[in-house]
């Protein structure tokens, strides 16, 4: 195994609270490379955007980059536009319909406008994506030293299904975001640098864990974490960071937290314990180089 | 091998249900005699009926995820695994539709009763790895890896990676595609669905036959304890940026070597190679002029098992390397069924007769939509 840690040039953050327009994120991409990009959906254009302004950020990437993109729900859109399609009208789904709700189409497009060849892996998971897709990352990390890594939250409209599908209250706010990370093995003055992720099977191993993070670090509690377990971790870390219960819906609070501690926090570390999803919790560490 | 080998990754138990029936023997059976019949489904089309052929793997009304529990479980129980390794194992899932078919038949029977019913409750692609992982009583962690129909190869690799790099000792690498409509009538939307019979390489190809399946492996750092030892030494996964959905010779003559540098395999040493042959003009044409472009005018023996299994999608890594394997234990390398005329522009054939096999390392071909080109490397140890 590659124990390097994961050292991070460049980030980029977009998100945006939803009302009932989507912003019109097609001429944003159009001011930014000067090609209208038609034909592809809403979770492709958010993808696309992000990782174009990481990109920049980074001052362009090689063409040997890794691409690996994580999300909850991807191209949820597409695919309730083509199920009432194929159920409920009769109506096949269009060829684009069809071909963008790929689990990797993003990526391609992604790869496409930067020029990158390496490996390009969507990651679709409910709990802790982010972090799964930095394990498989690293695992790769020692043959492709550059990597872009990605988190993407589609909006998707009418707002009002959106809550039912999710079953949230009718009051809940909901957001869009994309959320990117430019992972260069020879950055010379890294942002930050993220250890390999660890897995523990037990809420007790995530326990210890949080208790051995030095005093000075930020301590969080991710979002997949119950109240037990946050009521656990901070029997043992009164200071962890956890979700505001009231705050706007959104899956990319591990992506949103990582990048305001590198942009905005002054602590030496983060530690974040979130859970798996299929019985164990991950930590995410992140130290300033 | 030189030092610096990798760690052996091994094939160390597998199970599917497919077209073919149940298990390693009906698929060696199946591809070897050319013995799979499609059935046919129907649907409408701006006011036309299609009909298009279908490999269904499932019993009419049978319960799909009690078949994939049972394909896993036999997996695990054919590895022969330790119980506490059993629960440790990892377990990485591919598919290319995830879990639609669910949606698609909850939202079907809610719009019978309710016009207004909604598409899609609570989505989660990983729901299926979730169930298994329950289901099984696993404690390691899990993957879904979502790279249209190279899904399945990719989650082989990435388990082969995490095995030999000693981040797992064991993983359960599941590929699963359940029939569903919104695939049936996407592929026949592209126009890459045929409503004959699917003709990898042929110079009358005109498309895809689908099928469904459930197919498992077991990945170990051991050796099998029966006979024989398939391992993986290796593979590649590239993006292709050439088109969204037609890959090209280049790109896909760089994953093969790059597959092959990786297993730390001379090109000259590959026996046999499984293409993905899918029978559309555009992958097979790639394909061939990429294989030609790797191996140049020594182009080991090829062939598609698409034509005898359907294409099954996100779950074909799983699917065709499990069946491949058992062609190759059988000592052949099966003809590739339905090729007649050869392509020209092509320039190369698949096997028209079946090729006795004596060993030596294979090479297994995945592509997908997105760019998305694997290969895997594996041999025979014994």
């Not at chain 2, 091998?1 to 060696?28: E, K």
């Not at chain 2, 939202?107 to 099984?136: G, K």
Request: aromatic share 6%; net charge negative; hydrophobic share 45%.
């Amino acid at each position: 195994m590659n124990a390097e840690p994961l050292r991070l040039a460049a980030v980029s953050a977009h998100e945006r609270i939803l009302d009932d327009a989507p912003q019109d994120l097609r001429a944003e991409l159009l001011d930014m490379t000067g090609q209208a990009f038609r034909r592809i959906n809403r979770f492709i254009e958010l993808a696309v955007y992000g990782a174009l302004r990481c990109g920049r950020e980074a001052g362009g990437v090689g063409d040997d980059t890794a691409l690996y993109l994580a999300s909850e729900a991807p191209m949820l859109a597409d695919c309730v536009r083509a199920l009432r399609g194929v159920i409920a009208e009769a109506r096949p789904p269009t060829p684009f319909e069809f071909m963008n709700i790929s689990g990797n189409m993003a990526g391609f497009y992604i790869a496409q406008h930067l020029r990158m060849r390496g490996p390009q892996l969507a990651v679709h998971r409910n709990s802790a994506s982010l972090e799964c897709a930095l394990e498989l990352l690293q695992l790769q990390s020692a043959r492709h030293r550059r990597a872009l890594l990605g988190y993407v939250e589609e909006g998707v409209w009418p707002l009002a299904e959106q809550r039912l599908r999710l079953g949230l209250p009718a009051t809940a706010e909901l957001s869009e975001s994309s959320h990117w990370f430019y992972l260069d093995a020879d950055c010379a003055a890294p942002l930050g640098l993220i250890d390999p992720i660890e897995r523990c099977s037990t809420l007790e191993q995530a326990q210890r864990a949080l208790a051995d993070a030095p005093a000075q670090w930020r301590v969080a509690i991710g979002h997949r974490c119950s109240r037990a377990d946050i009521d656990a971790l901070r029997a043992v870390r009164r200071d962890a960071q956890a979700l505001d219960a009231d705050a706007t819906y959104s899956t990319a609070t591990t992506a949103a937290r990582l990048i305001g501690f590198l942009l905005l926090d002054s602590a030496p570390g983060l530690l974040q314990v979130n859970h798996s999803g299929d019985g164990g919790y991950y930590l995410l560490r992140v130290r300033r180089a | 091998m030189s030092a610096n080998a990798p760690a052996a990754v091994y094939l160390r138990g597998g199970d599917a249900v497919s077209a073919a029936g149940r298990g390693r023997v009906a698929l060696a059976d199946a591809c070897l005699a050319l013995s799979t019949t499609p059935a046919q489904v129907r649907f409408s089309s701006l006011g036309r009926e299609i009909e298009l052929p279908y490999f269904r793997a499932l019993d009419a009304g049978a319960a799909a995820d009690a078949v994939l529990l049972q394909v896993a479980r036999t997996a695990l129980d054919d590895a022969q695994l330790s119980a506490a390794r059993r629960r440790r194992i990892g377990l990485f899932v591919g598919s290319s539709s995830g879990g639609i078919h669910h949606h698609e038949r909850a939202y079907a029977e809610a719009y019978a009763n309710n016009a207004e019913a909604l598409p899609i409750h609570r989505p989660d692609q990983s729901r299926l790895a979730t169930w298994l992982h329950q289901q099984l009583h696993l404690d390691g962690p899990s993957y879904t890896i979502a790279t249209a129909c190279s899904s399945a190869a990719n989650a082989l690799l990435y388990a082969s990676w995490m095995l030999r790099e000693g981040r797992l000792d064991d993983a359960l690498v599941v590929g699963v595609e359940i029939e569903n409509r919104l695939s049936q009538q996407g592929f026949f939307s592209m126009m890459l669905a045929t409503r004959a019979s699917s003709r990898p390489f042929d110079l009358q190809r005109d498309g895809i036959v689908l099928g469904e399946c459930a197919a498992a492996l077991v990945l170990s750092r051991e050796a099998p304890t029966a006979q024989p030892a398939w391992r993986i030494l290796g593979g590649a996964t590239l993006c292709d940026t050439t088109h969204p959905t037609n890959p090209s010779a280049d790109q896909i003559a760089a994953t093969l070597r790059d597959a092959l540098a990786d297993s730390a395999i001379p090109a000259a040493r590959i026996g046999a190679i499984k293409a993905h042959g899918t029978g559309t003009r555009a992958n097979d044409l790639a394909e061939g002029l990429g294989m030609r472009e790797c191996f140049g005018p020594s182009l080991p023996p090829f062939t598609s098992i698409k034509p005898v299994l359907g294409h099954t999608l996100g779950a074909c890594g799983v699917l065709e390397t499990l069946a491949f394997t058992a062609c190759l234990d059988r000592g052949s390398v099966p003809v590739t069924r339905g090729y007649e005329q050869p392509d020209p522009e092509i320039g190369a054939q698949p096997l028209t007769a079946t090729r006795a096999w004596s060993g030596g390392p294979v090479l297994l071909n995945y592509f997908g939509f997105g760019g998305n080109n694997c290969a895997l490397v594996l041999d025979r140890e014994r």
